[in-house]
Nanobody, 116 residues
């Protein structure tokens, strides 16, 4: 099992920046894919960015060029640097992992609110 804990959300004005962190614990050596999802009020959860361990990241079109996903394997940490934030980025952001066994884990979520 993998446990995930996000932090770094908050309130920011449009055009500002935030950095989200997700610390993984448990069977971290089995993690194959890490990513960030978000869910706005009244909408379905959507993929923001994902990275295969040792591979290249992929981004949703809506965040390409503004968000950067990265990992610190030594600290079992997943980061999401969010720049040029827009009000439509407002959502609860969730950390997500998939292990080599195909098991999925989710964090509890962290709220990001962007004011116009």
């Amino acid at each position: 099992q993998v446990q995930l804990a996000e932090s770094g959300g908050g309130l920011v004005q449009a055009g500002g920046s935030l950095r989200l962190s997700c610390v993984a614990s448990g069977s971290t050596s089995r993690i194959n894919v890490m990513g960030w999802y978000r869910q706005a009020a009244g909408k379905q959860r959507e993929l923001v960015a994902t990275i295969v361990i040792g591979g290249s990241p992929t981004y949703a079109d809506s965040v390409e060029g503004r968000f950067t996903i990265s990992t610190d394997n030594a600290k079992n940490t997943l980061l999401l640097q969010m720049n040029s934030l827009k009000p439509e980025d407002t959502a609860v952001y969730y950390c997500h992992t998939i292990t080599t066994w195909g098991l999925r884990s989710w964090g509890q979520g962290t709220q990001v609110t962007v004011s116009s």
